[in-house]
């Protein structure tokens, strides 16, 4: 027999889990579907970086130039892509060179500060409210450089962020040294934004799945979604193999995996997989007292109580976690480029994720224009955590029919029409 449900989530990550939160808290009946364990697919692993400093969209004026010459240089490089002739990807690629413009940059700030800020706000009520223990800190966080040219770079975003009203303070080679005593000598200067903020992914998103499931959600892991059947431009009925739901609205948010299950109802979302590493040690006697970028390799650094992560790369991939020695070893050579630590670190998990990333770097959040009661809530790309509480609020709101708290036009996925 068929289980009713108001909403059923798909994806058990951060976005599926910050929407049941606050559909609970709207009162709904929720139920999620998660193929493997909850935040298992690119939630956990990640920097922790909650940064409603980062309003410029990934798809800028610039980006495509600075990533081939990163590609000429592989041992080091942030960046690499799969060669493949897959029409999807290959259209991807399209839809990013043409959508690296000032155009592009400019409709998408506005988006990216209103839910960046709406997110943040609502990590910090969450945090009072449920008194997460999971290292929550809103102690902003530091880019550092070693060259003119990157700290030039970075004084030239911080000016993007004062003209927006964001706080982002340039900092000199002493003031650096002076905030973060791991920094190395060769440092040139920093920019500082204040209003940032830092977690452990995976203890916050395991404390929210407790959380959803003692208000009533049911969740179910080890269940990947199979079958989606449409009546008219309605879901009817999700299948999985070992259950079958009938829900009034569902909640696509699968990350990278959203257009395997888009494509079962016969449309695409032009998502790909960027993949990317990290590593996660117990803390080393020399600890960063900062959540850090570090500009130039553009590897994060983040302190999570007893425990310290490094993270970095940003691969256009297929949709394989397979984690690379390789990589790894690089991430870790690019931090002690920037920072005085120990000789031998301690690691206890090395891992891989998949950020859910499009071609304008804008997430879709929004009704699918195909079927009315299908509710679009991914593409976060490397923004996914951060944004987590904002898009839940947003996916809540839309679902019980209330004015969105912010405008939600320009993240439409009518936009790739
Ligand atoms: C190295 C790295 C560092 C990052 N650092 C940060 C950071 O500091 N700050 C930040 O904000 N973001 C960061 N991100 C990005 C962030 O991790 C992602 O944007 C975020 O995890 C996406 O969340 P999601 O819920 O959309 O997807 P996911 O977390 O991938 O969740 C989707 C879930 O859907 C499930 N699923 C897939 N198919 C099905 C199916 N058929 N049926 C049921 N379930 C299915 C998957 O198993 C998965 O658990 C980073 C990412 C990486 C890789």
Same mark, same amino acid.
């Given at each position: 027999?068929?289980?009713?449900?108001?909403?059923?989530?798909?994806?058990?990550?951060?976005?599926?889990?910050?929407?049941?939160?606050?559909?609970?808290?709207?009162?709904?009946?929720?139920?999620?579907?998660?193929?493997?364990?909850?935040?298992?697919?690119?939630?956990?692993?990640?920097?922790?970086?909650?940064?409603?400093?980062?309003?410029?969209?990934?798809?800028?004026?610039?980006?495509?130039?600075?990533?081939?010459?990163?590609?000429?240089?592989?041992?080091?490089?942030?960046?690499?892509?799969?060669?493949?002739?897959?029409?999807?990807?290959?259209?991807?690629?399209?839809?990013?060179?043409? =959508?690296?413009?000032?155009?592009?940059?400019?409709?998408?700030?506005?988006?990216?500060?209103?839910?960046?800020?709406?997110?943040?706000?609502?990590?910090?009520?969450?945090?009072?409210?449920?008194?997460?223990?999971?290292?929550?800190?809103?102690?902003?966080?530091?880019?550092?450089?070693?060259?003119?040219?990157?700290?030039?770079?970075?004084?030239?975003?911080?000016?993007?962020?004062?003209?927006?009203?964001?706080?982002?303070?340039?900092?000199?080679?002493?003031?650096?040294?002076?905030?973060?005593?791991?920094?190395?000598?060769?440092?040139?200067?920093?920019?500082?934004?204040?209003?940032?903020?830092?977690?452990?992914?995976?203890?916050?998103?395991?404390?929210?799945?407790?959380?959803?499931?003692?208000?009533?959600?049911?969740?179910?892991?080890?269940?990947?979604?199979?079958?989606?059947?449409?009546?008219?431009?309605?879901?009817?009925?999700?299948?999985?193999?070992?259950?079958?739901?009938?829900?009034?609205?569902?909640?696509?948010? =699968?990350?990278?995996?959203?257009?395997?299950?888009?494509?079962?109802?016969?449309?695409?979302?032009?998502?790909?997989?960027?993949?990317?590493?990290?590593?996660?040690?117990? =803390?080393?006697?020399?600890?960063?007292?900062?959540?850090?970028?570090?500009?130039?390799?553009?590897?994060?650094?983040?302190?999570?109580?007893?425990?310290?992560?490094?993270?970095?790369?940003?691969?256009?991939?297929?949709?394989?976690?397979?984690?690379?020695?390789?990589?790894?070893?690089?991430?870790?050579?690019?931090?002690?480029?920037?920072?005085?630590?120990?000789?031998?670190?301690?690691?206890?998990?090395?891992?891989?994720?998949?950020?859910?990333?499009?071609?304008?770097?804008?997430?879709?959040?929004?009704?699918?224009?195909?079927?009315?009661?299908?509710?679009?809530?991914?593409?976060?790309?490397?923004?996914?955590?951060?944004?987590?509480?904002?898009?839940?609020?947003?996916?809540?709101?839309?679902?019980?029919?209330?004015?969105?708290?912010?405008?939600?036009?320009?993240?439409?996925?009518?936009?790739?029409?």
């Amino acid at each position: 027999m068929a289980t009713k449900t108001d909403v059923l989530i798909i994806g058990g990550g951060s976005i599926g889990l910050n929407a049941a939160y606050y559909l609970l808290k709207a009162g709904r009946h929720v139920t999620i579907v998660e193929s493997k364990k909850v935040a298992a697919g690119s939630s956990s692993g990640n920097a922790g970086h909650i940064v409603p400093s980062h309003i410029v969209p990934l798809a800028a004026p610039g980006i495509i130039g600075t990533a081939l010459k990163w590609l000429l240089k592989p041992e080091t490089s942030p960046f690499g892509l799969r060669v493949s002739v897959d029409p999807a990807y290959l259209s991807w690629l399209l839809q990013f060179a043409l =959508a690296c413009s000032e155009a592009n940059v400019q409709r998408g700030i506005p988006p990216l500060k209103a839910l960046g800020l709406l997110s943040a706000q609502n990590f910090s009520k969450l945090m009072a409210e449920e008194r997460f223990d999971c290292f929550y800190r809103e102690e902003g966080m530091i880019f550092l450089y070693q060259t003119a040219s990157a700290l030039a770079g970075g004084q030239h975003e911080a000016e993007i962020l004062h003209k927006h009203g964001l706080l982002a303070e340039v900092l000199s080679a002493e003031a650096v040294r002076a905030a973060e005593p791991a920094a190395r000598p060769e440092i040139l200067g920093g920019v500082r934004f204040p209003g940032d903020a830092s977690i452990n992914p995976g203890h916050f998103l395991s404390l929210l799945a407790q959380r959803v499931r003692a208000r009533g959600a049911t969740i179910y892991e080890d269940t990947p979604v199979m079958r989606l059947e449409s009546s008219g431009n309605k879901i009817v009925r999700v299948t999985t193999a070992s259950e079958v739901f009938e829900p009034e609205v569902v909640v696509l948010a =699968a990350g990278a995996w959203s257009p395997v299950v888009a494509r079962g109802l016969g449309f695409s979302l032009p998502i790909q997989p960027a993949r990317g590493y990290s590593l996660t040690m117990r =803390a080393p006697k020399l600890m960063p007292r900062n959540s850090l970028l570090l500009g130039e390799r553009r590897v994060a650094v983040t302190p999570m109580g007893d425990l310290l992560r490094f993270t970095g790369r940003l691969e256009l991939s297929a949709l394989d976690t397979t984690v690379s020695a390789k990589r790894i070893a690089g991430i870790e050579r690019a931090v002690r480029e920037y920072l005085v630590i120990d000789e031998k670190l301690d690691v206890i998990e090395k891992w891989a994720g998949l950020r859910p990333t499009t071609p304008d770097g804008l997430p879709v959040i929004g009704f699918s224009p195909r079927h009315q009661n299908l509710l679009l809530a991914t593409g976060h790309a490397m923004l996914g955590l951060s944004l987590g509480p904002g898009t839940g609020q947003v996916v809540a709101e839309l679902t019980t029919g209330r004015q969105p708290s912010i405008d939600l036009t320009p993240l439409r996925i009518e936009r790739f029409n």
